[in-house]
Structure formats: C-alpha cells, structure tokens
C-alpha cells in the first residue's frame, strides 16, 4: 500500500471514507430504520383538541414518523455530511461554478437576531436595519456593475435568468415589438441560458464559436434582424475566456433593437475590475453562492439578484426598498407594473447579509484582488497542467478556469469521466466534466482565490500524476474508480431521472414492486 500526496492510503480493499469517517458504520441506515414510531427526542403534553376544527381532514391513523433522541438524529446527520465531499473538507475545483470558501465571519453577521429572527410580514418600521442591509446589497451590486436598477429576491441564478429575460420580454412588447421571437445563445452557454428563453416561448438561434473558443461579432451581426429579442452571452464566457469583442457584440445588439442579456455567473474573475454596464449590458444575474461566498447548499437557499440597465429598469419586479419620509419602505406593488413579483417575500435574507458581510469585509479593493488572484490561481494551475493535458483554445490566458479537453487520453481507453472519478480516490472532489460542450470530453478546473500555493500544488501533483498514469496504461485504476468512496460508480442519470425518494415499510416491499 503507497501514501497519496494527501497522506491517505491508495489502493484498493480499504473501507475508505465510509469507515473512516463513519465510526466504524460503513452504511448509513434510514432515519426509519434507525428509529422507532414508539420514541420521541420531544416531550410535549398531549393537547386537548375541543371537537374537530380541522373539517374533517384531521389524520386518522398515527404519523409513523422515525423517533429518536436529539444525540441519535444528530449523529445520523453528522455521520451522513462525512460521506461527502464539501467546500469545508477539501478542494471543490467544478469549474463554472464558483465553489469558494465561505467565511465564517458571513456565519456569524447572518445570525445575528436582527436578522435571522425576523418575519417578512413584520411593520416596517420594526425592520430598518434588514432593510438598509438589502438596500445597501443593492447599491453595491449596482456600484459593482455600473447598472440602473436591481431586483434582489431570485433565488438563484436560473432564476434570475428568467426574471432578466421576462424583463427584456416586457420590454419588447412595451416598445411595441413583442414580434420579436427569437433569442441569440452563444454555442459555449450554460444550458439554462436556452432554457430560460424557450420556457419564454422564443425559439433559440446558436451562435457558433470560434476556432479560439469566443464569439464572433460578425456571426452575431449575420443572426441579428428584427426578429430577434436578445442575445445571451457570458463573459468571462464557460471556456474561461474574456470575449474580446464584446463592445463591438453590444452596439450590434443594440443597434438590431435587441437586448443584451448578461449570464453574469462567471462576475468572480472581473468585479471590481470591470463594470459590465461599461460592457453595454442590460440585464444580468449574479450568483451570491458563487461571486459573494453564500453557500451552495445542497440545493438549499441560493440568490441570484438580477441588475438591470436604465432601459430595463421599468421593469423591475417588486418588491424593493425606497426610501421614504419616516425611514426605509417596502414597495410591494405598483399599479400596472409588468412582472410583479417573481417570489413570495423578499427573497433570502440570510445570503443577503452573507454576501454584504463579504463585501464589507474585503472593501473595493480587496474584491478587485480576490478577482486577480482568482485568475492568477486558474493560470497558475493551466501553466503547471498544459504540458500533460491538451489545452484547445491556448491563444488566450484564462480567466477563472483552466479548461482541457481529452485529447490527451486518447488511446488509453480512458475517457473524461474515468479521469474524474480518479480524482474522488484522491481527496478531491472532480472538475467539471463534458462542460462547455464546445470541447470534446472537456474538463474544466475553476480554483477560485480561497485556495493556497500548497493546496494548488498538491492538486497540480496529484492531476500530473494521474495524466502520467493514465498514458503510461493503469487503466483500471480509472475504470474501476472510485474505489475508496461510500459508493463506487453510480448510474448518476438515472438516480437524477428514478430518485427513490419514498422510504416503504420492507413487509409492504413486495406490494410495492409489482
Ligand atoms: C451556475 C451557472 C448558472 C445557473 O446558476 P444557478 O444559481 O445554479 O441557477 C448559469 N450560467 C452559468 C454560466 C453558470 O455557471
């Protein structure tokens, strides 16, 4: 048996993780099964209901919900978190997605009681502080991107995608031109971004990438006619690439009467270096769990606040704090506003004070740095790699992400996915794979600035010597991986596609599976 850089053992037939992690419980069982419907962790009075107030729709038969104590359901859960892989417990290098340290420091503003412990129906006048806080988000975020108007309360940034394009949508039909049915999508984009425009109701036109991996102002121009409502298009785009001649793509857009709508998802490598206002935008959204540090979650709370041009700025949803005579005010309707609201409420408090908790505490310029060092860490690891991975746009430097297609596996009988899964029996969690899909078998690394020289060396090590042996031909080294997680290889499309979500008493397993 050989150490791993990380002083882990390597090879197979260990428990991994899931023994190591799990105080010797390589399986984690079900609440349910660990539980009984007999115990409770509470002990609350039974309640004396005087006749039925509830019409008749009252249960019938007992809740059958697990029981344990407060240490047993803790332990369940803790158990659980070590069998997976975290921005806390290592290296999260998914390209496109910002996985950055969440400061601590954002933990303790977000609980403090004037803000976790407050209600959204709450008078006003009892929520100053919260309500200067978002106005305070706001104005940075505006300030950040050189833009008019900001409608904080989507809740990620898919969400805030379609919020920018209903606001492009209102737009076009208030000039008069909701003929406009089509939507320009860059060949390079996020699959949300033709998504959102066809949940719209446009038909979406690609826009082919160049041989370097940018967009061509002259393909933009040959798509552009009156039919055309926007075009969508990220910068720094998903092959880690500036587009260049994104001015030049905004007046074109522009001068068609279109809109430019931003996918701003990528903000980390430029705030506080450039302001895409300057750039000639009109709306784009920012991903708070990725540029201002709020936790992905596990699908958990996310806030992905749209900033919009002085031309969209009409359009804005509700609601958004004013101020007012007797302090700060909610507007939570305008008579004749065309989107209303796009969420109940106000949207996520708590990444709100997260995300400005970041910002206050990096200032101006040290968000322009974590910028700079997050591109410098993303060449950094491009600059040590390229030599062993194939890079297929080498013309530019990068942005935030080094990106490699799989060209250097060809022959091994390896493919990318082979590659990653390697990666997990290394301590680290995979790259993004097979994404943009303008790269064969891509593999796209996004360090972001939270991670050290070291840390970064010791990836670089570990990715050198996996490229090493995967030509040298220890395929089953990558066929087989990962060995050493709580599971091996899963059929991933199908446990998205077939979740079990729905735990069934095993004496009801037969009745259920026919
Ligand atoms: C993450 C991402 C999105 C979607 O944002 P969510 O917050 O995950 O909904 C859109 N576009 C790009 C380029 C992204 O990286």
Redesign the pocket.
């Known amino acids: 048996m050989s150490m791993n850089t990380q002083g882990r053992p390597t090879g197979t037939g260990s428990q991994g993780y899931a023994a190591a992690g799990s105080a010797l419980i390589p399986e984690e069982p079900l609440l349910f099964e660990i539980g009984d419907t007999e115990h409770s962790g509470v002990d609350l009075p039974a309640v004396e209901l005087a006749g039925d107030r509830l019409g008749g729709f009252g249960r019938k038969g007992a809740l059958e919900l697990a029981g344990l104590t407060e240490p047993e359901a803790m332990r369940h859960y803790v158990r659980l978190s070590r069998m997976n892989h975290s921005i806390d417990s290592g290296m999260y290098p998914l390209g ?2 910002t996985m950055k340290h969440n400061p601590r420091l954002n933990e303790k503003t977000a609980r403090l009681p004037g803000f976790a412990d407050i209600h959204p129906l709450q008078p006003v006048s009892t929520v100053q502080g919260a309500l200067e806080l978002m106005n305070q988000l706001g104005h940075w975020l505006m300030t950040l991107t050189n833009t008019a108007a900001v409608a904080l309360s989507p809740k ?4 805030g ?1 379609l919020l920018g394009m209903m606001a492009i949508k209102a737009a076009q039909e208030a000039k008069g031109e909701a003929h406009r049915k089509i939507v320009l999508v860059p060949e390079s ?2 699959g ?2 033709p998504a959102t425009a066809a949940f719209l109701g446009y038909s979406v036109k690609p826009i082919p990438a160049r041989d370097d991996g940018t967009v061509d102002v002259e393909a933009v121009k040959a798509a552009l006619s009156p039919e055309v409502a926007a075009i969508m298009l ?1 910068n720094p785009n ?1 092959c880690g690439l500036f587009e260049p001649q994104v001015i030049e793509i905004a007046e074109a857009v522009h001068a068609a009467g279109a809109f430019f709508y931003c ?1 701003g ?2 903000f980390n490598a430029i705030m506080g270096v450039v302001r895409p206002g300057d750039l000639g935008i009109d709306a784009m959204h920012i ?1 708070l ?2 540029t201002f540090s709020t936790p992905h979650g596990g699908g958990g709370p ?1 806030a ?1 606040p749209v900033v919009l041009s002085e031309a969209l700025a009409p359009f804005a949803p509700v609601p958004f704090v004013r101020k007012g005579e007797g302090g700060l005010d909610m507007v939570e309707h305008i008579e004749g506003q065309a989107l209303g609201r796009v969420t109940a409420f106000h949207g996520q408090m708590g990444m709100y004070v997260r995300a400005l908790t970041y910002m206050l505490s990096h200032g101006a310029d040290g968000l322009a740095q974590a910028a700079e060092d997050a591109v410098l860490n993303a060449n950094y690891v491009k600059a040590r790699l390229q030599h062993l991975f194939s890079v297929p746009f080498p013309d530019y430097p990068t942005m935030h992400e080094a990106l490699f297609d799989d060209s250097f596996l060809k022959d091994t009988g390896i493919t990318t996915l082979d590659f990653a899964k390697a990666l997990i029996d290394e301590g680290f969690h995979p790259m993004t794979m097979y994404f943009p899909l303008v790269v064969h078998g891509a593999m796209l690394i996004e360090p972001t600035e939270s991670e050290s020289k070291q840390t970064l060396d010791r990836f670089c090590e570990v990715m050198a010597e996996l490229a090493n042996d995967a030509k040298a031909g220890n395929t089953e080294r990558f066929t087989a991986a990962p060995m050493k997680a709580p599971r091996r290889r899963l059929d991933e499309t199908r446990a998205a596609r077939q979740p079990i979500l729905k735990w069934e008493k095993p004496a009801e397993l037969p009745k259920a599976a026919e």
């Open positions: 496109s997605c990620a940034g898919a969400h995608e984009a996020h949300t971004n990220t998903t996918d998802a990528n991903n769990h990725k996310g992905g």
